[in-house]
């Protein structure tokens, strides 16, 4: 057996004054963001039941951090946030009166699907909205979704909206049942157009229906695409689904947010999951999404409330990534100043009063706790990048000093 | 705006043939040809970058986004199962998954149980018996010179990519069974095909046009 005792477990890490004073920074950005779009911030248990991730078999288990209690009870840590804001909206608010605008800032626990290098602890801010089926509820989310990567400074973003009604209401229209439709929505989302195409042909599928077929992987654009598929699809349920994608654009468009979209009909994650708009934000040096979102109407009826939602999770994580690859500076975390005496009666007295009184002129200010001369704290500040030191002979001789970079 | 775009190759035969067909298709290779030990090799002016990789660090480099576009062999991508755009089929580098053994086990094999296993593939293997098959096997995974395993007892039959079968027979083994047709396939990061976009669909054009247009000439698929 080895011992582990100067390591952290796989996937998780030590977080830094520099980054941690950061992420706090934009931690406060988006709870500033979420509050004024009327979205009220809970936080669930970091620990759940089993069973609840469980029941409604959208999480496969092998991703989930097992524990159990002295009962012998499987609990599961934290694996997102829309789950268990689900179970909160169907238990604790059972009688709430819909909509539920609801949000969090929360780390989330995940066995990666393939491990290695991703972080298995992530922070993830994300908000749910209950109760309502619209479209406008569907665009306000998105819309949140780019306001927030805009407030934490991520501006070049893309966000790709797809329609996961729209690929259920072709396999209906062709008459392929679901465990087939499964593997098709698999290579679609893979954009593997050989393996579509096989399977077009083993289905038998007529040539214009293949044809419509292969364009989904191919084509993403905006109103372009939706015009595309609308010319050849009947079905009803797909014709709602490109209605639904064409006037969350209108919508995005008065938010002023047109440059940020596009269409993508191909991306087809987890079709037992969303019944829906689906929608996932890309920036700049990172090779996974930030903003992952859509709607999933059925999530909270496993919870025994009949209840539509939308919502989003963007990963801080990941942002703060994106940020400093794209040559964000994080500042460095620093005092302001850094305060002495000497050895004089009353100075310590005279030291901790001016330290308070910088401190409430907001100012972050290091008294030295160690009996330092001058030249000492001088050195000290310059290690340590402080601006101002500050050094009490006596009642009458104080000196001041810049710290010289 | 051009992006640069970052191309992970599979060190050897298959990187040759995909830098040959991208000079085809008209992009500037030479960094790439430059005979050095160096692991990128960047072409600032043509807006290229070539990572070499082990075969089966590829898919790796572009799901993590090191690298927006990779070629790599269908294989690789079974058994590595990343999230990732796998949008062409390059045809070269064709060969088949196979299920392999003892040519007196043909059509027999359902009728063993608990089989041993060996490989080089561990998850195809797994996904082929438990997932397609629905049967319990048990998988050994070794490194190389996979044929050994059925010849000295340690498993019933191997599951391995099988070329022109020659290895095979000098050892008296045959294919049992085919799991999967394999050949290179074009991969592409799935943030880069959005972000990068503007540069990385008009490659994938070019080299689909290429290929169509030496299938059209009868050519063969470019020797090395």
């Given at each position: ?52 991730y469980a029941s409604g078999n959208f999480v496969s288990q092998e991703n989930l951090y097992k524990l159990s209690d002295q009962d012998g009870r499987i609990l599961s840590l934290r694996y997102d946030g829309t789950i268990p804001v689900a179970r909160l909206a169907a238990t604790v608010f059972r009688d709430a009166p819909p909509p539920l605008r ?143 994608v064409r006037e969350i654009l209108d919508i995005l468009d008065d938010y002023g947010y047109t440059k940020y979209v596009s269409v993508d009909l191909g991306m087809l994650r987890s079709l037992d999951y969303y019944t829906g708009m689906i929608f996932k934000g890309f920036t700049y040096e990172v090779g996974f999404p930030i903003i992952s979102g ?112 | ?172 083994l045959d294919v049992l069974e085919v799991i999967a047709d394999i050949s290179a396939r074009v991969i592409v990061n799935r943030v880069s095909m959005k972000m990068k976009a503007q540069s990385i669909m008009p490659m994938l054009d070019a080299i689909r046009a290429q290929l169509a247009k030496q299938k059209e000439q009868g050519e063969e698929v470019?020797?090395?």
């Amino acid at each position: 057996m080895g011992n582990y005792r100067f390591h952290t477990p796989d996937g998780v890490s030590d977080m830094l004054p520099e980054e941690c004073r950061t992420k706090r920074a934009l931690e406060q950005k988006l709870r500033k963001l979420f509050a004024a779009g009327g979205y009220s911030e809970v936080e669930t248990p970091g620990i759940e039941f089993f069973d609840v991730y469980a029941s409604g078999n959208f999480v496969s288990q092998e991703n989930l951090y097992k524990l159990s209690d002295q009962d012998g009870r499987i609990l599961s840590l934290r694996y997102d946030g829309t789950i268990p804001v689900a179970r909160l909206a169907a238990t604790v608010f059972r009688d709430a009166p819909p909509p539920l605008r609801l949000s969090y800032i929360e780390n989330m626990y995940r066995f990666s699907e393939s491990g290695g290098g991703r972080q298995r602890e992530f922070c993830q801010a994300g908000v749910e909205l209950l109760g309502l089926s619209s479209t406008q509820a569907d665009a306000e989310v998105i819309a949140l979704a780019i306001s927030s990567a805009l407030k934490i400074g991520i501006t070049d973003l893309q966000i790709s909206i797809g329609q996961s009604e729209f690929f259920k209401g072709l396999m209906e229209e062709w008459d392929i049942p679901t465990e087939d439709a499964e593997e098709i929505s698999r290579h679609i989302d893979q954009k593997d157009t050989v393996a579509l195409e096989k399977a077009a042909d083993r289905y038998g599928l007529s040539a214009s229906a293949k044809e419509t077929l292969m364009l989904i992987p191919a084509l993403f654009g905006t109103y372009d695409t939706l015009d595309a598929f609308a010319e050849r699809v009947t079905n009803q349920r797909a014709k709602a689904a490109l209605q639904n994608v064409r006037e969350i654009l209108d919508i995005l468009d008065d938010y002023g947010y047109t440059k940020y979209v596009s269409v993508d009909l191909g991306m087809l994650r987890s079709l037992d999951y969303y019944t829906g708009m689906i929608f996932k934000g890309f920036t700049y040096e990172v090779g996974f999404p930030i903003i992952s979102g859509g709607r999933y109407d059925k999530v909270v009826s496993v919870f025994g409330r009949d209840l539509a939602a939308v919502g989003f999770s963007l990963s801080l994580n990941l942002c703060m990534t994106a940020l400093r690859r794209q040559g964000r500076e994080f500042l460095p975390m620093a005092a302001d100043a850094v305060l002495g005496y000497s050895s004089e009666p009353g100075m310590r007295k005279l030291a901790l009063a001016m330290a308070e009184d910088l401190r409430k002129a907001g100012q972050s200010v290091l008294v030295d706790c160690e009996g330092m001369d001058e030249e000492q704290l001088s050195s000290f500040a310059e290690e340590r990048n402080i601006d101002q030191v500050i050094f009490l002979h006596d009642s009458q001789n104080c000196c001041e000093g810049e710290n010289v970079k | 705006m051009t992006d640069m775009i970052t191309i992970a190759l599979s060190k050897g035969r298959l990187a040759e043939q995909a830098i040959d067909l991208l000079e085809a298709a008209g992009y500037d290779c030479s960094a790439a040809r430059e005979k050095s030990r160096r692991l990128i090799l960047e072409d600032e002016k043509a807006g290229l970058r070539f990572i070499m990789a082990k075969p089966a660090d590829v898919p790796t480099y572009v799901e993590y986004g090191c690298a927006d576009i990779g070629v790599v062999g269908k294989d690789t991508l079974l058994e590595e199962g990343r999230q990732l755009y796998e949008v062409i089929d390059l045809g070269f580098g064709a060969c088949r998954m196979c299920v392999c053994g003892p040519a007196a086990l043909k059509g027999k094999l359902d009728q063993i149980p608990n089989k041993r296993v060996a490989s080089k593939y561990p998850h195809i293997t797994r996904s082929y018996f438990e997932g397609t098959k629905r049967e319990s096997v048990e998988i050994i995974k070794l490194n190389g010179s996979v044929e050994l395993a059925p010849l000295i007892g340690l498993a019933e039959v191997i599951v391995d990519i099988v070329e022109s079968g020659r290895t095979l027979r000098e050892n008296g083994l045959d294919v049992l069974e085919v799991i999967a047709d394999i050949s290179a396939r074009v991969i592409v990061n799935r943030v880069s095909m959005k972000m990068k976009a503007q540069s990385i669909m008009p490659m994938l054009d070019a080299i689909r046009a290429q290929l169509a247009k030496q299938k059209e000439q009868g050519e063969e698929v470019p020797s090395v």
